[in-house]
């Protein structure tokens, strides 16, 4: 198959849909396709990588987006397509490059679209509660515009695939996966511990992009908590986002390590595998790539109940209400179980999410919608 992907939102600290397309991609490669990743980006360029040729289009800047870029020159889009002529496109995005399916239809190419967010939350956070009504109208009606534009419509988890359901569209729920091999139990280093956390003091992490989405606060005032409860713990930040600065700040008095974005893959691994739990805060989440690369390294989560993470995380994590005191509990119920058997429920979980399957299940939709075209 030619399979071309598109997405928005997209850039060196993009993380789980940056993850998903780069693993996709090398999968599709090593099944013998041929692979086209159209990203946005500060410069035109063009490169070939393990997963495909990878075009990046110079795209505006998203404001107060903590550096987000959306591409709007679709001239240069449709170009490049028509070069590649794919048989599928995949789109992973709600924006403008949802308008490349007609032209693609036009053409005979298959087309399947990648919900990696839920707009009622975008929609929630934006307007902060206010006009909830408004908020489910604008909703239902871009579901169903979504729905009527592309072939294919997949989600990872029934949680981020509800909104499109709703609208009595036919959904396929396909997985994201982790490399398990890369976040591994065995990654996990005593040194990488000693310099976060001394040895009788648990160690957290939280690995999230710091945006109001993500309720990185949920996370801080949880440790503030457990303070108040006379239990010391020692909490990590690994990201960056238009909410670092803020981040910082609450965290000055308190036993938080603001280590930015971590852009080394290897010493992340690590942190992952050398703490007692990763934290999970966001409510809108609907997969949560960070903590199942936790699970993979061995290490329980405790997520946001609200969010599609307790679908991926079962019984190998917690999943607590969104307060500070919550989470707070969670925490302690986490740590207060056998240390060894928390980490084989964890890694034990997330063997359930190879790469390969996701590739797999994915080459099959698209077969399939190949298929009914022909």
């Known amino acids: 198959m030619r399979i071309a992907q598109v997405a928005n939102f997209y850039g060196p600290r993009s993380g789980g849909l940056r993850t998903a397309l780069h693993a996709l991609g090398r999968g599709y490669v090593e099944a013998g396709d041929d692979v086209l990743l159209v990203v946005p980006g500060d410069a035109d360029s063009i490169a070939d990588t393990p997963h495909g040729c990878v075009v990046t289009l110079h795209s505006p800047l998203l404001p107060h987006s903590g550096g987000y870029r959306v591409i709007t020159r679709l001239g240069a889009v449709i170009d490049t397509l028509a070069a590649f002529a794919p048989d599928v496109l995949e789109v992973s995005d709600r924006t403008t490059l949802a308008h490349l399916s007609p032209w693609a239809r036009e053409r005979g190419t298959a087309t399947a679209f990648l919900a990696h967010e839920r707009v009622s939350g975008v929609l929630d956070t934006a307007l902060r509660g206010r006009a909830p009504g408004a908020a489910a109208r604008l909703t239902e009606a871009h579901s169903r515009w979504i729905a009527r534009r592309f072939d294919t419509l997949v989600a990872t988890t029934a949680y981020a695939g509800a909104e499109l359901a709703a609208v009595g569209a036919h959904v396929e729920t396909v997985p994201l996966?982790?490399?398990?091999?890369?976040?591994?139990?065995?990654?996990?280093?005593?040194?990488?511990?000693?310099?976060?956390?001394?040895?009788?003091?648990?160690?957290?992490?939280?690995?999230?992009?710091?945006?109001?989405?993500?309720?990185?606060?949920?996370?801080?005032?949880?440790?503030?908590?457990?303070?108040?409860?006379?239990?010391?713990?020692?909490?990590?930040?690994?990201?960056?986002?238009?909410?670092?600065?803020?981040?910082?700040?609450?965290a000055a008095s308190l036993p938080v390590e603001p280590l930015g974005f971590v852009d080394d893959r290897d010493r992340f691994?690590?942190?992952?595998?050398?703490?007692?739990?990763?934290?999970?805060?966001?409510?809108?989440?609907?997969?949560?790539?960070?903590?199942?690369?936790?699970?993979?390294?061995?290490?329980?989560?405790?997520?946001?109940?609200?969010?599609?993470?307790?679908?991926?995380?079962?019984?190998?994590?917690?999943?607590?209400?969104?307060?500070?005191a919550a989470f707070a509990d969670a925490v302690e119920t986490m740590l207060a179980r056998d240390g060894r058997q928390r980490r084989l429920d964890a890694r034990a979980r997330a063997v359930r999410f190879p790469w390969s399957a996701t590739v797999a299940r994915m080459r099959e939709v698209h077969s399939r919608a190949l298929a009914g075209a022909r």
């Not at 809108?284 to 405790?302: D, K, Q, R, W, Y």
């Open 177 to 250: 996966g982790v490399d398990l091999d890369r976040f591994h139990p065995g990654r996990a280093s005593a040194t990488t511990r000693r310099r976060h956390a001394p040895d009788d003091v648990p160690l957290l992490v939280m690995a999230s992009r710091l945006s109001r989405e993500k309720r990185p606060d949920l996370a801080i005032e949880a440790v503030r908590e457990l303070g108040r409860r006379g239990r010391p713990v020692r909490l990590v930040v690994a990201g960056s986002g238009p909410l670092e600065g803020r981040v910082r700040r609450a």
């Open 269 to 324: 691994a690590s942190l992952l595998a050398s703490a007692d739990a990763v934290l999970a805060p966001g409510p809108i989440e609907t997969f949560g790539l960070a903590a199942l690369e936790a699970l993979a390294s061995g290490t329980p989560t405790v997520v946001n109940a609200a969010s599609a993470l307790p679908e991926v995380v079962g019984d190998a994590g917690l999943a607590a209400l969104g307060t500070p």
